[in-house]
């Protein structure tokens, strides 16, 4: 399994990003896919989360109602849409697949993960 993620940068606050991560050899019928960050000095933290088996999808409360996430079946791509970015949203900001969705809870320590793009607000 592949994970590489894109569309990471500078931005002043206010601005928006559209992070991309591009998934290869991974495919199910139901799945469960999000975004994590961490930012130096922090723990990792869930951004967003989507489980296509419920659906369902989940967003940590300092993102809620400025991120949204969705995924590209046909090219296997998710993103992650970012708007109203604040100083706090900087981090490195890593793809996750393959994570698990139980009892309607997202756990994103379990899975694949890309590199990671850097997203800087300032």
């Known amino acids: 399994v592949q994970l590489v993620e894109s569309g990471g940068g500078s931005v002043q606050p206010g601005g928006s990003l559209k992070l991309s991560c591009a998934i290869s050899?991974?495919?199910?019928?139901?799945?469960?896919m999000g975004w994590v960050r961490q930012a130096p000095g922090q723990e990792r933290e869930g951004v967003a989360g989507?489980?296509?088996?419920?659906?369902?999808?989940y967003y940590a409360d300092s993102v809620k109602g400025r991120a949204t996430i969705s995924v590209d079946k046909d090219k296997n791509i998710l993103y992650l849409q970012m708007h109203s970015l604040k100083p706090e949203d900087t981090a490195m900001y890593y793809c996750?697949?393959?994570?698990?969705?139980?009892?309607?809870?997202?756990?994103?320590?379990?899975?694949?993960r890309g590199q990671g793009t850097q997203v800087t607000v300032s």
């Open positions: 996750v697949a393959d994570c698990e969705f139980r009892y309607d809870h997202f756990d994103f320590d379990v899975g694949f």
């Open positions: 050899g991974y495919s199910s019928s139901s799945y469960c």
């Open positions: 989507i489980y296509t088996g419920a659906p369902r999808t």
